[in-house]
Nanobody, 114 residues
Framework: QVQLVESGGGLVQPGGSLRLSCAAS????????MGWYRQAPGKERDQVAVSSGGRIDYAESVKGRFTIGRDNAKNTVYLQMNSLKPEDTAVYYCYADIYGRHYWGQGTRVTVSS
């Protein structure tokens, strides 16, 4: 079991950057799958970036702009978001899969607007 707490969201202008953090309540060393999803208003929750056993998968829409990272010593997963676009506006959720059980954070809102 794990609790996940996201932070780092906010309002940013198009072309700007944000770094989201996901703090876990326990060591993430043994958590094989962790990542980020997002849900825009009126849309379904979609995968953004997932780290699984050393493999990283990005949504096509964020490739080259977003980078996921893990700091096992700090029990934290990051999402560095560059060159943000208005279509990146969404609530971003941290995700963990522990032996098939899915865990979600409460979400952090990102708004990209001028």
């Amino acid at each position: 079991q794990v609790q996940l707490v996201e932070s780092g969201g906010g309002l940013v202008q198009p072309g700007g950057s944000l770094r989201l953090s996901c703090a876990a309540s326990r060591s993430i060393c043994s958590i094989n799958v962790m990542g980020w999803y997002r849900q825009a208003p009126g849309k379904e929750r979609d995968q953004v970036a997932v780290s699984s056993g050393g493999r990283i998968d990005y949504a096509e829409s964020v490739k080259g702009r977003f980078t996921i990272g893990r700091d096992n010593a700090k029990n934290t997963v990051y999402l560095q978001m560059n060159s943000l676009k208005p279509e990146d506006t969404a609530v971003y959720y941290c995700y963990a899969d522990i032996y098939g059980r899915h865990y979600w954070g409460q979400g952090t809102r990102v708004t990209v607007s001028s």
